[in-house]
Protein backbone atom coordinates (compact mmCIF):
# COMPACT_ATOMS: atom_id res chain seq x y z
CA UNK A 1 0.00 0.00 0.00
CA UNK A 2 1.43 3.69 -0.67
CA UNK A 3 0.85 6.38 1.59
CA UNK A 4 1.01 9.82 0.66
CA UNK A 5 0.88 12.49 3.83
CA UNK A 6 -0.09 16.55 3.03
CA UNK A 7 1.60 18.99 5.22
CA UNK A 8 2.36 22.73 5.35
CA UNK A 9 -1.50 23.90 4.70
CA UNK A 10 -2.82 26.82 7.14
CA UNK A 11 -4.04 30.45 6.96
CA UNK A 12 -2.39 32.69 5.43
CA UNK A 13 -3.40 37.03 4.91
CA UNK A 14 -3.40 37.39 0.43
CA UNK A 15 0.13 38.39 -0.85
CA UNK A 16 1.86 35.88 1.73
CA UNK A 17 3.08 32.46 0.59
CA UNK A 18 3.10 28.90 2.15
CA UNK A 19 5.08 25.22 1.16
CA UNK A 20 3.05 22.35 1.18
CA UNK A 21 4.95 19.19 0.92
CA UNK A 22 4.05 15.43 0.22
CA UNK A 23 5.95 12.55 1.57
CA UNK A 24 5.43 9.19 -0.03
CA UNK A 25 5.82 5.81 2.32
CA UNK A 26 5.16 2.06 1.95
CA UNK A 27 5.39 0.15 -1.07
CA UNK A 28 6.86 3.66 -3.74
CA UNK A 29 6.74 3.17 -7.28
CA UNK A 30 8.80 5.06 -10.28
CA UNK A 31 6.18 7.57 -10.47
CA UNK A 32 5.16 8.82 -14.04
CA UNK A 33 4.10 12.22 -12.31
CA UNK A 34 3.46 13.74 -9.43
CA UNK A 35 0.76 16.72 -8.64
CA UNK A 36 -1.13 18.75 -7.01
CA UNK A 37 -4.94 19.40 -7.27
CA UNK A 38 -7.29 21.37 -5.12
CA UNK A 39 -10.54 21.46 -4.08
CA UNK A 40 -12.87 24.70 -3.19
CA UNK A 41 -16.04 24.31 -1.60
CA UNK A 42 -18.99 23.97 -4.04
CA UNK A 43 -16.40 23.17 -6.39
CA UNK A 44 -14.59 20.58 -8.63
CA UNK A 45 -11.10 19.22 -8.23
CA UNK A 46 -8.65 21.12 -10.25
CA UNK A 47 -5.36 20.74 -11.41
CA UNK A 48 -2.79 23.03 -9.60
CA UNK A 49 0.20 21.40 -10.95
CA UNK A 50 2.50 18.62 -12.18
CA UNK A 51 5.92 17.25 -12.24
CA UNK A 52 7.35 14.54 -14.13
CA UNK A 53 9.16 12.36 -12.41
CA UNK A 54 11.35 10.94 -14.57
CA UNK A 55 12.60 14.23 -16.41
CA UNK A 56 11.75 16.68 -13.80
CA UNK A 57 9.21 18.69 -16.70
CA UNK A 58 6.48 21.50 -14.46
CA UNK A 59 2.81 21.84 -15.90
CA UNK A 60 1.00 24.54 -14.24
CA UNK A 61 -2.72 25.45 -14.45
CA UNK A 62 -2.82 29.07 -15.83
CA UNK A 63 -4.28 30.51 -12.72
CA UNK A 64 -1.41 29.36 -10.52
CA UNK A 65 1.69 30.77 -13.16
CA UNK A 66 4.10 32.78 -12.27
CA UNK A 67 3.01 32.41 -8.35
CA UNK A 68 3.59 28.49 -7.77
CA UNK A 69 6.64 26.10 -8.49
CA UNK A 70 6.22 22.82 -7.89
CA UNK A 71 9.53 20.41 -7.39
CA UNK A 72 10.55 17.22 -6.31
CA UNK A 73 13.56 14.78 -4.31
CA UNK A 74 13.61 11.38 -5.48
CA UNK A 75 15.64 10.36 -2.79
CA UNK A 76 12.87 11.61 -0.52
CA UNK A 77 9.73 10.45 -2.10
CA UNK A 78 9.02 14.11 -1.76
CA UNK A 79 6.96 16.29 -3.75
CA UNK A 80 6.45 20.55 -2.57
CA UNK A 81 4.60 23.71 -3.70
CA UNK A 82 5.68 26.25 -3.09
CA UNK A 83 2.88 28.94 -3.42
CA UNK A 84 3.67 32.91 -3.55
CA UNK A 85 1.62 36.23 -3.99
CA UNK A 86 -1.67 33.73 -2.80
CA UNK A 87 -4.75 35.31 -3.46
CA UNK A 88 -8.33 34.63 -1.68
CA UNK A 89 -9.27 32.53 -4.61
CA UNK A 90 -6.41 30.11 -3.74
CA UNK A 91 -8.49 28.90 -0.52
CA UNK A 92 -9.10 24.97 -1.24
CA UNK A 93 -8.21 21.63 -0.14
CA UNK A 94 -5.01 20.75 -1.42
CA UNK A 95 -4.27 17.41 -2.72
CA UNK A 96 -0.95 15.69 -3.42
CA UNK A 97 -1.84 12.97 -6.34
CA UNK A 98 0.25 10.65 -7.91
CA UNK A 99 0.29 8.94 -11.42
CA UNK A 100 2.02 5.87 -12.30
CA UNK A 101 1.39 5.47 -16.02
CA UNK A 102 1.28 8.18 -18.80
CA UNK A 103 -2.19 10.20 -19.21
CA UNK A 104 -3.69 13.17 -18.90
CA UNK A 105 -2.03 15.76 -16.14
CA UNK A 106 -5.20 17.31 -15.63
CA UNK A 107 -8.08 14.98 -15.06
CA UNK A 108 -8.56 13.46 -11.27
CA UNK A 109 -8.89 10.49 -13.24
CA UNK A 110 -5.17 9.95 -13.73
CA UNK A 111 -4.33 9.68 -10.71
CA UNK A 112 -4.07 6.34 -9.01
CA UNK A 113 -3.24 7.74 -5.45
CA UNK A 114 -4.65 10.38 -3.21
CA UNK A 115 -3.15 11.85 -0.07
CA UNK A 116 -5.50 12.87 2.44
CA UNK A 117 -5.58 16.60 1.71
CA UNK A 118 -4.32 19.53 3.60
CA UNK A 119 -6.67 22.92 4.19
CA UNK A 120 -5.21 26.32 2.81
CA UNK A 121 -6.87 29.42 3.43
CA UNK A 122 -6.31 32.77 2.17
CA UNK A 123 -8.25 35.61 4.15
CA UNK A 124 -8.74 39.38 2.12
Known amino acids: QVHLVESGGGLVQAGGSLRLSCAAS????????MSWLRQAPGKEREFVAA????????YYADSVKGRFTISGDNAKNTVYLQMNSLKPEDTAVYYCAAQLYSGSYYSPRSYNYWGQGTQVTVSS
Open 51 to 58: INWSGGST
Open 26 to 33: GRTFSWYA
